[in-house]
């Protein structure tokens, strides 16, 4: 490990270095700059750092982003096998910052829990546990997350192979402790009721464990798993442009945003830049998407609660969205439209007036549930005040997105580091500060209003005709013409889809706005064919880590309608 | 850019008296729904909902479904079979067993063609992949099986049927009538084609310059290892 005055820096990276030397540590903290700036710790030094990152009012990295574990087994100039790579986020500076914890060789690899500086590092922390085996010493709940409890082996260590199969039966689901023991209420028994996995309500196969006082839950566990299918070991044996179509299916409800994440991060890596006609594409069906999500998210959630008609009247954009991605790329759900450097094809030539028909046509369906939903009694009944997160409350457990924007904060990674065009575009970035079911209503209908004004200037700036993908063969496929009749177009052709894109050895945190808050993807290339590593930041992930914790109190009614709020999409939390 | 909207504060916590006495409410909504009542009344034909399989959804000519295997105008494969679809295919559907084509202008062909449905994700990077223009898909989205073998579909399922519409029409495929790009050339109008049986005199005449020994096809079983091995 480098000292920290030996290495020139940029400028983030010096300030970064500036605050760091505050610490009592500092002499131990490497500063190295990457794509963001980085801090190398020791294990042993990890939890006091984090409290210093968190604490110091000069850093403040409040917001626990995400934890990746690698493992550089096959992978040449890492100090050690194991890295557990942390990203954090200071709100108050909209700065973002990674620390890798060097996991030294020798012992099993093991370094404390920070989940007591960030209760959002809990899940993630099992998840470390699970897929690459790490101990966290301190941790309050260490057992599988994502796998199953009879899974042998840690599926992201490199000496694992994929295609093994570990079978689940009944016998080996594994209850929490506290399910098992008796617990009384004064004199009334309590029950410990199960519901899910496979429950209408619960939207994917999600099982939560509830003990009940009565109607209120007294405690509650969520138990995830069961769609997971290890996007990330996929990625690693396929190339960069494979792992579209896997991408399509985290968020399959907005599959658009998370290719147009996915490809940002690879096309960053190889620093090209698209054209502006094609960014502007991105941008308009991200946008569309975005109704979409939140179309799909009220409407059921509204059903959840016994308000069936809203569904038929928001389901008719989608289905309107659905035609227009169809008609651009021959898919409805899954699309896989992008393309490391561009997108697969043009978009057809009513594309323009198809979206200016849907931009009249959906204010009238938002109009239509705003009129009978937004002032209705047994809604505001239901939604105000259940599902309470506080502002405080939503930073500690990581929240970002619509459900940190209805708790009181103004984050929007289209504001704060506006991507493509949404810096030159008019639009406002809706917050509530309640923090209920209700609030997270609100933002959302009003979310889909700022979208429909930023595609409708998008549209005005779209240049009627032009490229979509970048003319760098290395990286995008050549046009069919070129490759059918012209020698050096098919080996390009060739070389492309047999080897798949060369990136650069190196690594890459980046991040957008998903329809759920920050979709980021942690990219690390060897130079190889594919991704060395790649890691998926899950919006919705650190939602359903608190969720357990939020309906504590309430009834299950209540949980049901949070549930909903909180927009859990199964695909994505569970990749 | 512009600003912070806080949408909690354009919603009053406290609804009025009218709100909270439930009947003109519900008179508001009942005025909502009979509006849809009446517009769907009277646009009965042209509902959002439609009543499959009756009646279908009009779908684009980019359309990703059933793939379907192009010919020259012989009827003979325009696949060369050089394994560039299954290389990108990223859920690893496609098995090709590449065979010596009598023609020698046509070199290399499919002996076998097989797409797992079942596997299959409609991602259309076969296309996209394929320099031949061998490979396109079609509008049919309709495959139902009754077991996983009658899944895998074989050349006699995805081969075009010369002369006859294709079903649920042309969907995704490398370029679309009038947007300028020109097909590949036929190897089959091409002045210089030996014809069948030419190869042979080649051969015996020590001419041939393609490895002649063996079966031509490479072995199945060997590809299949080799494919799992990966």
């Not at chain 1, 200016?356 to 239509?368: G, H, Q, T, V």
């Amino acid at each position: 490990m480098s000292s920290v005055e030996s290495v020139a820096l940029t400028p983030v990276a010096e300030k970064l270095r500036e605050r760091i030397a505050r610490s009592p540590l500092a002499s131990r903290i490497a500063v190295v700059d990457l794509d963001l700036p980085t801090l190398e710790v020791s294990p042993a030094d990890w939890p006091a750092v984090a409290r210093f990152l968190r604490d110091d009012p000069e850093c403040r990295f409040d917001l626990f982003l995400d934890l990746a574990g690698v493992d550089n087994a096959k992978r040449h100039g890492r100090p050690s096998r194991f890295e557990a790579v942390f990203h954090l986020l200071s709100l108050s500076r909209d700065e973002h910052l990674r620390v890798k914890v060097v996991l030294p060789d020798g012992a099993s690899p093991s370094l404390p829990t920070v989940s007591e500086v960030w209760p959002a590092a809990n899940w993630f922390e099992r998840e470390a546990f699970d897929l690459f085996g790490f101990d966290f010493p301190g941790h309050p709940n260490l057992r599988r997350l994502l796998c199953h409890d009879a899974f042998v082996g840690n599926p992201l260590r490199k000496d694992y192979s994929p295609g093994q199969r570990w079978f689940f039966t009944e016998e080996d689901l594994r209850m929490p402790d506290w399910a098992h023991t008796e617990e009384r209420a004064g004199h009334f028994e309590t029950q410990t009721i199960s519901i899910g996995p496979s429950h209408p309500a619960t939207h994917g196969i999600i099982h939560l464990i509830a003990r009940l006082d009565g109607e209120k839950i007294a405690r509650a566990e969520t138990q995830i798993g069961y769609m997971h299918r290890c996007f990330e070991k996929m990625a690693e044996t396929h190339t960069w442009n494979q792992a579209i179509p896997f991408c399509d299916r985290l968020n399959y409800v907005s599959a658009m945003i998370n290719g147009v994440g996915y490809v940002r991060t690879v096309e960053k890596m190889l620093g090209i830049e698209i054209p502006e006609r094609g960014q502007l594409v991105r941008t308009i069906l991200s946008e569309f998407s975005r109704i979409m999500d939140h179309c799909v998210n009220i409407g059921t959630n509204l059903v959840d609660i016994g308000a069936l008609t809203n569904f038929w009247y928001l389901y008719q954009p989608r289905e309107g969205i659905y035609g227009l991605l169809e008609a651009c790329c021959g898919a409805r759900l899954t699309v896989s439209y992008v393309r490391v450097g561009g997108l697969a094809i043009d978009v057809p030539e009513d594309f323009v007036p198809r979206c200016r028909a849907l931009l009249e046509s959906i204010p009238k369906f938002l109009d239509d549930v705003d009129r009978l939903i937004t002032r209705n009694r047994i809604v505001r009944n239901r939604f105000a005040g259940t599902g309470v997160v506080t502002r405080d409350q939503a930073i500690a457990w990581g929240f970002t997105g619509p459900p940190l924007r209805a708790s009181g904060v103004a984050y929007d990674v289209r504001r704060s580091r506006p991507y493509d065009f949404y810096d030159r575009f008019d639009w406002d970035v809706p917050v509530a500060t309640d923090g209920d079911n209700y609030a997270r209503y609100l933002v959302r209908m009003e979310e889909m209003r700022q979208s429909l004004k930023i595609i409708r200037q998008a549209l005005e700036i779209f240049p009627a005709a032009g490229p979509v993908s970048s003319d760098d063969w290395h990286v995008v496929l050549p046009p069919k013409d070129a490759v059918y009749h012209d020698m050096e177009s098919l080996i390009f052709h060739f070389k492309l889809i047999m080897e798949g894109i060369r990136v650069p050895v190196g690594e890459r945190y980046d991040w957008i706005e998903g329809a759920n808050g920050e979709l980021g993807f942690y990219a690390i290339s060897d130079g190889g064919r594919g991704p060395y590593r790649l890691k998926h930041r899950p919006p919705c992930f650190p939602m359903m880590a608190a969720y357990e914790k939020i309906i504590v109190g309430g009834p299950i009614s209540d949980a049901i309608a949070t549930l909903g709020t909180l927009n859990i999409i199964a695909g994505e939390l569970e990749r | 850019m512009s600003g912070v909207v806080d949408v909690g504060v354009k919603q009053p916590r406290k609804l009025t008296v009218l709100e909270r006495l439930y009947i003109p409410e519900i008179v508001k909504g009942m005025g909502v729904t009979i509006r849809h009542l009446l517009r769907n009344i009277a646009r009965i034909r042209n509902l959002p909902t439609i009543l499959y399989p009756e009646r279908r959804r009009d779908y684009s000519d980019r359309f990703r479904g059933k793939h379907i295997l192009t010919t020259r105008a012989d009827g003979t494969l325009k696949c060369v079979a050089c394994y560039m679809c299954a290389e990108a295919c990223p859920a690893e559907c496609i098995t090709i067993v590449a065979g010596e084509h009598p023609k020698i202008a046509y070199e290399k062909y499919p002996v076998v063609f097989d797409i797992d449905m079942l596997r299959c994700v409609f991602c259309g990077f076969c296309v996209d992949a394929c320099p031949k223009d061998a490979l396109w898909m079609t509008g049919n989205y309709e495959m139902a099986f009754f077991n996983r073998e009658e899944a895998v579909f074989g050349i006699d399922k995805l081969i075009a049927k010369q002369g006859l519409p294709v079903k649920d029409g042309l969907g995704y495929r490398p370029y679309y009538p009038g947007d300028g790009t020109r097909p590949p050339g036929d190897a089959s109008s091409s002045p210089v084609i030996p014809g069948d049986g030419e190869r042979e005199i080649l051969r015996e005449k020590g001419l041939d310059l393609h490895h002649t020994e063996g079966p031509g096809p490479l072995n199945a079983a060997s590809l299949a290892a080799d494919r799992r091995g990966r």
